[in-house]
């Protein structure tokens, strides 16, 4: 069964502290890693996504990463804006092409 | 580009009667849209998907006569949850896939809150 892990559940940063969340997958085979923000009471917002192993994507202050088991969401220098849920979502080949499956989520807090 | 809506985006009812929940792709033509429903502090669980002029098709574990789904067009999906109940309440998101794109492409609503008292 395909499995999609996040941790930690919660993070609580000072404002500039640089951390990582993780997201380890057990696939049958990977189509795609997404990485999306989420604000309370709003749908996931679109940050990155990811194909093959070794594979790195920025975005301000955020940069995705992958390996054949994991991939991590590095946060350099955040701020209380970037406080958000942040979900990992995977595509598989034995599903259905346009099916998701999603991560439990990182609740990222930043304080000033 | 690529905006996604959704009608309404919050909704108290009482108990035994239906709602029904609008998706709407806003300057895109969709092709296929899913329905997700989440529970606080959860994920995104798929329940179904919902393809223009077809059935949709149902994830296991959800009830196709509870969770009618119909896509009537490129643009509109709905979502109307029949008899409901307390355990209905959640927060339900739908995302769409943009004709012609690969299906790496979907973009979310803003979801909808239903709490059925």
């Known amino acids: 069964e395909d499995q999609v892990t996040q941790s930690p559940e919660a993070l609580r940063l000072q404002e500039g502290e640089s951390s990582s969340l993780n997201c380890s997958y057990t696939?049958?085979?990977?189509?795609?890693l997404f990485w999306y923000r989420q604000d309370p009471g709003k749908g996931p917002e679109f940050l990155f996504t990811l194909y093959s192993a070794g594979e790195e994507k920025e975005k301000e202050r955020l940069k995705a990463t992958l390996t054949k088991k994991e991939s991590f969401l590095h946060i350099t220098a955040p701020k209380p804006e970037d406080s958000a849920t942040y979900l990992c979502a995977v595509r598989v080949l034995s599903g259905s092409a346009r099916q998701l499956t999603f991560g439990s989520g990182t609740q990222l807090t930043v304080l000033p | 580009g690529a905006v996604v809506s959704q009608h309404p985006s919050r909704v108290i009812c009482k108990s035994g009667t239906s709602v029904k929940i609008e998706c709407r792709s806003l300057?895109?033509?969709?092709?296929?849209m899913f329905w997700y429903r989440q529970f606080p502090k959860q994920s995104l669980m798929l329940m179904a998907t919902s393809n223009e002029g077809s059935k949709a098709t149902y994830e296991q574990g959800v009830e196709k006569d509870k969770f009618l789904i119909n896509h009537a067009s490129l643009t509109l999906s709905t979502l109307t949850v029949t008899s409901a109940h307390p355990e209905d309440s959640s927060f339900y998101i739908c995302?769409?896939?943009?004709?012609?794109?690969?299906?790496?492409?979907?973009?979310f609503g803003p979801g909808t809150r239903l709490t059925v008292l």
């Open positions: 300057d895109f033509q969709a092709t296929t």
């Open positions: 995302s769409a896939h943009e004709r012609g794109r690969t299906y790496n492409e979907q973009f």
């Open positions: 696939v049958s085979g990977l189509r795609g």
